[in-house]
C-alpha cells in the first residue's frame, strides 16, 4: 500500500524560555512542548493528509496560542482538504480565527503566527505558507529546493537572514486579510519533503541541511538537523518535519 511517512520533533532552543512552535501531523499535534527524540508516523495514503509547522511571533503576545490554534484548525480539517480552494479557506479562516481569539483580550492583541506544510492528496502534493517558515523538496542526493516564498523583504547582499516578516496570520491590532502561498507537485514513487520553522534555517546552511539528508535516514537525519541547531547556538525555537511519500515497491527509511 502507498504511505506517508512523517519523521517530526519540536525544540524550545537554547535561547527561548518557550516553545512558541506548533506542529500537525494530520490528527497528531505537538503544542508547546519540546523534545530532542524524534517521532515517526506512518499513515496509509487513502485520504487527504496535512503536515504544518507554526511559528508564534516572537515580540509579541501568546505566539504560542496563535500557533497552536491555526495547526489544531488545520489538523481538525486535514482530511476534508481535497484542493487548492478548500486549503486557501482553511488558511484564511485561520487568519480570521487568530484575529478573533484575541478580540477583547488585552493580553492576546497582536499575537500571530507564520505557517508552512504540505497536503499530501491522492496523486499530487500542495505546499503553502504565510511568513517565513519552509518547505523544502528533497531530491534523492539531498540537494533542497525551497518550494514555499518567503514573505519578507529582499535581503542585502552577504545577508542570509532577517527577523522582518511581511504577512503572518494574525499579528497586528486591526485585522489584515493574508494572501496564501500555494504550489502544486505531481508525486511519484519517492517524494521527499522538509518543513521547517526558521529556527532551523537561520542558523543552519542549506547545505549542511543538505548533506545530513543525503547522509542518513529520516529519524536520525531529524535529530542531526535539530543538532546542528543547536551547536549553531540554538536562538530560537526548532520545528522539522520530514515527509517521504512511497509506493508499494519502496521501504520507509525510517
Known amino acids: ?14 535561547v527561548r524560555e518557550h516553545n512558541e512552535d506548533s506542529l500537525a501531523v494530520g ?17 496509509p495514503r487513502v485520504r ?29 480539517l486535514g482530511h476534508a482538504l481535497d484542493g487548492e480552494e478548500a486549503l486557501r479557506e482553511a488558511l484564511e479562516a485561520g487568519n480570521r480565527a ?14 500571530g503566527t507564520t505557517v508552512a506544510g504540505v497536503l499530501v492528496l491522492a496523486d499530487s502534493l500542495l505546499a503553502f505558507n504565510v511568513g517565513d517558515s519552509r518547505v523544502f523538496e528533497v ?26 516578516v511581511t504577512q503572518t496570520l ?32 537561520d542558523p543552519v546552511p ?12 529520516d529519524g536520525r537525519a531529524a535529530f542531526e538537523l535539530w543538532k546542528a541547531a543547536i551547536e549553531a547556538g540554538g536562538p530560537d525555537n526548532i520545528t522539522l518535519a520530514l515527509v517521504r511519500i512511497g509506493d508499494d515497491d519502496t521501504v520507509v527509511p525510517v
Open 98 to 111: 487568530v484575529y478573533a481569539a484575541a478580540e477583547g483580550r488585552p493580553d492576546l492583541t497582536g499575537m
Open 206 to 217: 542549506e547545505d549542511v541541511i543538505g548533506s545530513v539528508l543525503r547522509t542518513a535516514d
Open 48 to 76: 487527504p493528509l496535512v503536515v504544518a509547522v507554526a511559528d508564534g511571533l516572537g515580540g509579541q503576545p501568546a505566539g504560542e496560542v496563535a500557533s497552536e490554534l491555526v495547526v489544531r484548525r488545520l489538523s481538525a
Open 139 to 164: 531530491d534523492p542526493e539531498g540537494g533542497l529546493r525551497q518550494v514555499s516564498v518567503d514573505d519578507s523583504p529582499p535581503l542585502p547582499p552577504g545577508r542570509r537572514t532577517t527577523s522582518v
Open 170 to 201: 494574525g499579528g497586528s491590532r486591526a485585522p489584515s486579510p493574508v494572501v496564501p502561498h500555494l504550489a502544486a507537485f505531481p508525486t511519484g514513487g519517492a517524494d521527499r519533503y522538509l518543513v521547517c520553522s526558521d529556527g532551523l534555517t
Open 1 to 14: 500500500m502507498a504511505y506517508i511517512a512523517v519523521t517530526a520533533l519540536s525544540h524550545v532552543g537554547l
Open 27 to 43: 490528527p497528531w499535534t505537538l503544542c508547546g512542548t519540546a523534545t530532542d527524540n524524534p517521532q515517526t508516523l506512518l499513515f
